[in-house]
């Protein structure tokens, strides 16, 4: 009886009950509205932006995209929350969004103080710098008394302070609260020094008056392992977002793409059946509480890893951004799907 009114009282407090336990139903929530709230960049040339029609792209963009194909079978079925810095926590923790997507870093504090969850790093990233070439800077160890445009509230502020403090170096921050103008005091010539994630160096470069005058010096000075967050108490949701990033990457493993996916659903190989969901007894799908194509949706929705790397920020988009970390573990970099079975 105890038993009984327990589980009456989880469920009336909004939990469901599966063969992994209790959960919050975020994903029940997020079938009865038909879509996925998403909290996204503000604007971040390649990983997330509108265009002039509304229209968002991005890297990150594809992830939503993604999650929204393994769960409706329609890449579509996503609305965009632009977040700043400062405001994607709190939407987060509030539930204004599902699933933040936002270049935004994993770190202990984030994993527990704040109360989220992160897994899938869909991009492993650096800090770094970028000044103008008439500077004739070839390493951050030559900034000393520079002024440095940062983003408050940001690994990147804390970051800076760090590298600067440990080599004894002097700085003058210039602070702003969003991304957007910290380009733009940048552009502006309001400081010496731009720094951000590497990758949202080369984006920001693209847009500044004359892209060609400035270059990103080598130094890394940290590691920016970056994905989407969910919040803590939901492992059904929590499972889904993080396979949805395992299962773009695993496709790229298996040599699967937009263009050949229904051709490989007639693949022998019991790996890729099971993966598509053509094995007669497999539940890798149910077992998420999607169906059992859910991984086929998300590539014929949006293609694999590698190629909404590519298309978004790698060689066929203006930033062109190497592979690096990000190439798959089995041509030199990181990029590592548990076994989907």
């Given at each position: 009886?105890?038993?009984?009114?327990?589980?009456?009282?989880?469920?009336?407090a909004?939990?469901?009950?599966?063969?992994?336990?209790?959960?919050a139903?975020?994903?029940?929530?997020?079938?009865?509205?038909?879509?996925?709230?998403?909290?996204?960049?503000?604007?971040?040339?390649?990983?997330?932006?509108?265009?002039?029609?509304?229209?968002w792209?991005?890297?990150?963009?594809?992830?939503c995209?993604?999650?929204?194909?393994a769960?409706?079978?329609?890449?579509?079925?996503?609305?965009?929350?632009?977040?700043?810095?400062?405001?994607?926590?709190?939407?987060?923790?509030s539930g204004?969004?599902d699933?933040?997507?936002?270049?935004?870093?994993?770190?202990?504090?984030?994993?527990?103080?704040?109360?989220?969850?992160?897994?899938?790093?869909?991009?492993?990233?650096?800090?770094?710098?970028?000044?103008?070439?008439?500077?004739?800077?070839k390493s951050?160890?030559?900034?000393?008394?520079a002024?440095?445009?940062?983003?408050?509230?940001?690994?990147t502020?804390?970051?800076?302070a760090?590298?600067?403090?440990?080599?004894?170096?002097?700085y003058n921050p210039?602070v702003?609260?969003?991304?957007?103008?910290?380009?733009?005091?940048?552009d502006?010539?309001?400081?010496?020094?731009?720094?951000?994630?590497?990758s949202?160096?080369?984006a920001?470069?693209?847009?500044?008056?004359?892209?060609?005058?400035?270059?990103?010096?080598p130094?890394?000075?940290?590691?920016e392992?970056?994905?989407?967050?969910v919040?803590?108490?939901?492992?059904?949701w929590?499972?889904?977002?993080?396979?949805?990033?395992?299962?773009?990457?695993?496709?790229?493993?298996?040599?699967?793409?937009?263009a050949?996916?229904?051709?490989?659903?007639?693949?022998?190989?019991?790996?890729?059946?099971?993966?598509?969901?053509?094995?007669a007894d497999?539940?890798?799908?149910?077992?998420?509480?999607?169906?059992n194509?859910?991984?086929?949706?998300?590539?014929?929705?949006?293609g694999?890893?590698?190629?909404?790397?590519?298309?978004?920020?790698?060689?066929?988009?203006?930033?062109?951004?190497?592979?690096?970390?990000?190439?798959?573990?089995?041509?030199?970099?990181?990029?590592?799907?548990?076994?989907?079975?």
């Amino acid at each position: 009886m105890k038993i009984k009114l327990l589980s009456a009282a989880l469920a009336a407090a909004g939990f469901a009950f599966g063969a992994s336990g209790a959960s919050a139903s975020t994903l029940s929530d997020v079938k009865a509205k038909g879509f996925i709230q998403c909290g996204v960049n503000t604007g971040l040339a390649g990983f997330a932006a509108p265009d002039s029609s509304g229209n968002w792209t991005g890297f990150d963009v594809d992830f939503c995209r993604a999650l929204s194909s393994a769960i409706f079978g329609d890449p579509t079925k996503v609305k965009f929350t632009p977040t700043s810095a400062k405001d994607r926590f709190p939407a987060l923790q509030s539930g204004e969004i599902d699933v933040l997507a936002r270049n935004t870093t994993w770190t202990i504090n984030r994993d527990t103080a704040l109360g989220f969850n992160f897994r899938f790093i869909n991009y492993y990233d650096g800090q770094g710098f970028m000044v103008r070439k008439s500077l004739n800077v070839k390493s951050a160890l030559e900034l000393s008394g520079a002024a440095i445009c940062v983003q408050q509230g940001t690994t990147t502020e804390l970051n800076l302070a760090d590298y600067f403090k440990a080599n004894n170096l002097q700085y003058n921050p210039v602070v702003f609260e969003k991304l957007e103008e910290v380009n733009a005091a940048y552009d502006a010539g309001r400081c010496d020094v731009d720094t951000t994630d590497q990758s949202g160096l080369y984006a920001t470069r693209l847009v500044l008056k004359n892209p060609d005058e400035h270059v990103i010096l080598p130094e890394i000075i940290s590691k920016e392992p970056l994905g989407p967050a969910v919040r803590q108490g939901d492992d059904q949701w929590f499972d889904i977002v993080s396979w949805v990033g395992y299962a773009m990457v695993q496709a790229e493993e298996f040599g699967i793409t937009q263009a050949n996916v229904d051709q490989m659903k007639n693949s022998e190989n019991p790996d890729i059946k099971r993966f598509l969901g053509t094995e007669a007894d497999t539940r890798i799908g149910t077992d998420l509480g999607l169906s059992n194509d859910w991984a086929y949706n998300i590539v014929k929705g949006v293609g694999n890893y590698g190629e909404v790397f590519e298309r978004n920020i790698g060689q066929g988009s203006p930033l062109k951004i190497a592979r690096g970390l990000n190439a798959l573990w089995n041509k030199g970099g990181l990029q590592y799907s548990p076994p989907v079975r």
